[in-house]
């Protein structure tokens, strides 16, 4: 099965945003959006494991993350991963100094493939439009918008044919 350290996103204003941001993406581009009810901050994908392995990831993600409290967060730009040139996830970036220290935590107790902190909002399939979708996510302004990050957990990742 294909696993992720991930905390969904309970907060209705972030789901808010997310959801005016996408539905603007389709003047742009084709893409994948991520269910409001699926918004989640990505600590750190782990790829293909067995179930032993998940059992044992289960055991050093509950070892790690046990004196852990809630962590306040906020959301501040748009992301683009990997980059600008080849954009194959569209995401909010998420800033909090003690949520990027957790991340790099959990990292060294479960391993994994890790990028800064972010909301995925979309998976890009094809562009209507780059440069007018480019131009678009730098008029974006985002209000500072503060939620809580209250439980982290390892989630699987079901692959269907139009995506994860």
């Known amino acids: 099965m294909r696993v992720f350290v991930a905390s969904f996103i309970k907060d209705e204003k972030i789901k808010e945003i997310a959801k005016n941001i996408q539905n603007q993406f389709s003047k742009f581009l084709h893409a994948k959006n991520v269910e409001i009810e699926n918004l989640h ?3 750190t994908f782990l790829g293909e494991k067995s179930f032993s392995e998940v059992k044992t990831i289960e ?4 070892e790690c993350l046990k004196n852990e409290k809630a962590i306040v967060a906020s959301i501040s730009k748009i992301l683009l991963i ?3 040139n080849f954009i194959r996830v569209i995401a909010l970036e998420i800033k909090s100094l003690e949520a990027e220290n957790l991340r790099k935590k959990i990292v ?3 391993g994994g493939d890790s990028h800064s902190l972010h909301l995925t909002l979309a998976r890009v399939k094809s562009f209507i439009d780059k440069q007018r979708f480019l131009d678009f996510i730098k008029t974006l302004i985002f209000e500072q918008v503060y939620f809580k990050i209250n439980t982290i957990c390892l989630v699987e990742s079901l692959l269907t044919p139009n995506g994860p």
Not at 59 to 62: D, G, I, Q, S
Request: net charge neutral; charged share 30%; glycine share 0%.
């Open 82 to 84: 990997p980059n600008e």
């Open 59 to 62: 055991e050093k993600l509950k």
């Open 41 to 43: 901050i990505t600590y």
């Open 108 to 110: 060294s107790f479960v």
